[in-house]
C-alpha cells in the first residue's frame, strides 16, 4: 500500500482519482492548489504525487521546480493536464517528472503510469514495501448443471443460481442463491447482478482488476456498473 497525494484544482477529477486509487489498495490525500499541495508536502511524505499542471494560483511546473529547489523531490512525480504540449512534457521531465498523463486521462494508462512510478526508485526515497501483488490467478471450474433433483426442488416464480466455487469463504455471498422473479424484469436483472458481481468481488478478494478480467468486462464499465447496482466495493476485500 502506498500513498499518494493528488494535486488538481478541479474536484471532479480529484473525487474520481481518489476513488480509483483507494479501490486498488492505496492511501489518497488531496489538494486543489499549489498551497495545499505544500502543506500537505511538509506533514507527510508521499510515496507518489500526480500533479496537475494547470492550476489558478501556482502551476504544476512551478510548484515542481520549488520542490526541486528545496531538495523535496524524494518522490516520484507524475504531471497531469488537459492542454499539454511536447514542450510542457519535456520542461516538466527536466525538473523530475517521471511520467505525463493527458487528460480525459483512461483507467489503464493512470494505474500503469502509478505502477511504474511507485516501481521506481527516488532520489532519496527508500525502497518501497508494497506487498508484490501477483497477476495469476487460479483457474476455478464453475459449473452451472442443476444438482440432482434441484429443478424439483425450485419453487415456482423463482430461480435458483448453483455454483461450484472452492476456495470461498463462510463469510463470502454463497454460491446457492435464489431469485424472486415475480418482480419487474429491470428490478429482478439488477439483483441477481448484484448478487452475481458481490460473489466474484469475494473470490477474487475485492480485485476489481481480477473481477474485470473474471467476468469479461472493460474495468470502468465494470467500476461504473458495480456504484450503479450500490455494491459494497469494499466487502470482498480481504486481510494479509
Do not use: C
Not at 100 to 109: A, D, H
Not at 199 to 212: I, K, N, P, W, Y
Request: net charge negative.
Amino acid at each position: 500500500m502506498s500513498t499518494i497525494l493528488v494535486v488538481d484544482d478541479e474536484l471532479g477529477i480529484r473525487a474520481l482519482l481518489s476513488e480509483i486509487l483507494t479501490d486498488e489498495g492505496h492511501t489518497v490525500e488531496l489538494a486543489e492548489n499549489a498551497a495545499q499541495a505544500r502543506a500537505a508536502r511538509s506533514r507527510m511524505r508521499p510515496d507518489l504525487v500526480l500533479l496537475d499542471i494547470w492550476m489558478p494560483d501556482v502551476d504544476g511546473i512551478t510548484l515542481l521546480k520549488e520542490w526541486g529547489g528545496q531538495g523535496l523531490m524524494t518522490m516520484p512525480v507524475v504531471m497531469m493536464s488537459g492542454h499539454g504540449t511536447l514542450d510542457t512534457a519535456a520542461e516538466a521531465a527536466r525538473y523530475g517528472a517521471v511520467a505525463f498523463l493527458e487528460k480525459p486521462i483512461t483507467l489503464q494508462k493512470l494505474l500503469k503510469a502509478v505502477d511504474q512510478a511507485l516501481s521506481r526508485p527516488g532520489p532519496a526515497s527508500q525502497p518501497a514495501t508494497a506487498t508484490p501483488v501477483s497477476t495469476a490467478r487460479p483457474e476455478r471450474e464453475t459449473r452451472q448443471a442443476l444438482p440432482d433433483g434441484a429443478a424439483q426442488a425450485a419453487a415456482p416464480g423463482a430461480l435458483q443460481a448453483w455454483a461450484a466455487a472452492p476456495g470461498v469463504s463462510s463469510q463470502d455471498p454463497p454460491a446457492r442463491q435464489v431469485f424472486d422473479l415475480d418482480r419487474p424484469l429491470r428490478e429482478a436483472r439488477d439483483a441477481f447482478e448484484k448478487s452475481y458481481f458481490e460473489f466474484h468481488l469475494a473470490q477474487e478478494g475485492g480485485s476489481m482488476t481480477r473481477v474485470a478480467d473474471k467476468t469479461g468486462l472493460e474495468r470502468t464499465h465494470l467500476y461504473r456498473k458495480l456504484k450503479q447496482l450500490g455494491v459494497d466495493l469494499s466487502r470482498g476485500r480481504r486481510g494479509g
